[in-house]
């Protein structure tokens, strides 16, 4: 059963690792849409192509979040990420401990 609590572990770390990257992804879509919202760069052409789908499903299912120009849906999508680490990661890792 330990190569079962490994496999676990493995999956836990990995989506760790992701969501944290996916979180500094959001952070960063945030601070160049303060500073350069028009920007045609690749690399921020590539930042709104990997956060932006995740945006629009959130706007278009709470609308309310967008008020006066003011976007508050990068902070639903940090609730969210952080949610999944605390449960579904937390939760992989302890069942990962108990295969061992």
């Given at each position: 059963m330990f190569v079962a609590g490994n496999f676990l572990a493995a999956v836990a770390a990995i989506l760790?690792?992701?969501?944290r990257i996916y979180s500094y992804c959001v952070l960063a879509?945030?601070?160049?849409s303060w500073v350069a919202p028009r920007s045609v760069h690749p690399a921020i052409i590539f930042l709104?192509?990997?956060?932006?789908?995740i945006f629009y499903r959130i706007r278009r299912a709470l609308p309310f979040l967008y008020q006066s120009g003011i976007d508050f849906t990068p902070i639903v999508v940090f609730f969210g990420i952080g949610l999944v680490r605390m449960f579904v990661v937390s939760t992989l890792y302890q069942a990962a401990a108990r295969l061992q």
């Open positions: 760790n690792i992701v969501l879509a945030v601070i160049v709104r192509s990997i956060t932006e789908p």
